[in-house]
Nanobody, 119 residues
Framework: QVQLVESGGGLVQPGGSLRLSCAAS????????MGWYRQAPGKQRELVAG???????NYADSAKGRFTISKDNAKNMVYLQMNNLVPEDTAVYYC?????????????WGQGTQVTVST
């Protein structure tokens, strides 16, 4: 079983920055992918940024150039640095982890952290 705990959300003005952190614990082996998703009110959950076990990153078009995902394997942490935030970034942000165990993908989610971009 995997536990994911997010932190770093909050209220920020447009143009500001936030750094989200996700701490993973438990059966954190055979990690295939870690990512950040977000869900705004009335909208579907969407992938914001992801990083593979090999370090390859991918971003939603809305995040490119503004957000950076990184990880610290030694600390079992994944981060999302968000710069130049806009009100459309307001959402609950979820940490996601995918493991491949005997060829079967197993997905875990954190409880989410609220990000609000507003004046």
């Amino acid at each position: 079983q995997v536990q994911l705990v997010e932190s770093g959300g909050g209220l920020v003005q447009p143009g500001g920055s936030l750094r989200l952190s996700c701490a993973a614990s438990g059966s954190i082996f055979d990690i295939n992918f870690m990512g950040w998703y977000r869900q705004a009110p009335g909208k579907q959950r969407e992938l914001v940024a992801g990083i593979s076990s090999g370090g390859t990153t991918n971003y939603a078009d809305s995040a490119k150039g503004r957000f950076t995902i990184s990880k610290d394997n030694a600390k079992n942490m994944v981060y999302l640095q968000m710069n130049n935030l806009v009100p459309e970034d307001t959402a609950v942000y979820y940490c996601n982890l995918v493991r491949k165990v005997f060829g079967v993908s197993m997905t875990s989610w954190g409880q989410g952290t609220q990000v609000t971009v507003s004046t």
